[in-house]
């Protein structure tokens, strides 16, 4: 079956540092991938996806690429705000729509 | 996107008792789910809602605990039956639309005391 394997958390941070949230997966066919974030006290959002192999999705200074060879979909940013602090959560999707998502990763940029 | 109306936003429950979760689309969509966070968790998908028929559960949930109704192509309810406190979750509708992908609702914060 699918799965997403994500990095554990809490990870904390000094604002303007760089961030990197890994993120692997196994799937059956050609998945989509996603990253969601999740900001205090609220619901889910979608952050970036990719639908095929060495897209990139990008939004709000994040980025990610769909490579298949490692099939990974690692989230990156380069200089972290104090509102970028939440949860993020790598997922998949494949042929049957269901989303698989990884444990979450908690992020704190502290000022 | 599809914009979805998840009611209530949160509750607090007696154990024993049941609660309705309501999911309301503004557009007809193709594929409707019911996830589940607890806390500290990830999401998990509950079932998949499907229109005029019974739903399908992922392992681990059954039908008596979670009834789901899907009577058209806009709108699910989810029941959480005899609650306990491990039912204290986050409860979220979540549809496909064909072209626009994934779009989840905000979410139904359920507390058992």
């Known amino acids: 079956g699918n799965s997403v394997t994500q990095m554990e958390g809490p990870v904390t941070l000094s604002e303007e540092a760089f961030l990197t949230i890994n993120c692997t997966y196994t799937?059956?066919?050609?998945?989509?991938l996603f990253w969601y974030v999740q900001y205090p006290g609220e619901g889910l959002q979608l952050l970036l996806k990719?639908?095929?192999?060495?897209d990139k999705g990008s939004n709000k200074g994040f980025e990610a690429t769909y490579r298949k060879e490692t099939t990974s979909f690692h989230l990156e940013k380069g200089s972290v705000q104090v509102s970028d602090s939440a949860v993020y959560f790598c997922a998949l999707i494949s042929n049957d729509y269901k989303l698989s998502f990884g444990a979450g990763t908690t992020v704190t940029v502290r000022a | 996107s599809a914009v979805i109306s998840q009611k209530p936003s949160r509750d607090i429950c007696q154990r024993g008792t049941s609660l309705t979760i309501q999911c309301q689309v503004d557009?007809?969509?193709?594929?409707m789910f019911w996830y589940r966070q607890q806390p500290g968790q990830s999401l998990t998908l509950i079932a998949t809602a499907n229109q005029g028929s019974e739903a399908t559960y992922e392992s681990g949930f059954v039908i008596d605990k979670f009834p789901i109704s899907r009577p058209n192509l806009t709108f699910s309810t989810l029941t959480v039956s005899n609650m306990s406190p491990e039912d204290s979750s986050i409860y979220l509708c979540?549809?496909?639309?064909?072209?626009?992908?994934?779009?989840f609702g905000s979410g139904t914060r359920l507390t058992v005391v």
């Open positions: 990719a639908t095929k192999a060495d």
């Open positions: 799937a059956t066919g050609y998945p989509s």
């Open positions: 979540s549809v496909v639309k064909e072209g626009n992908g994934y779009t």
């Open positions: 557009s007809q969509v193709t594929m």
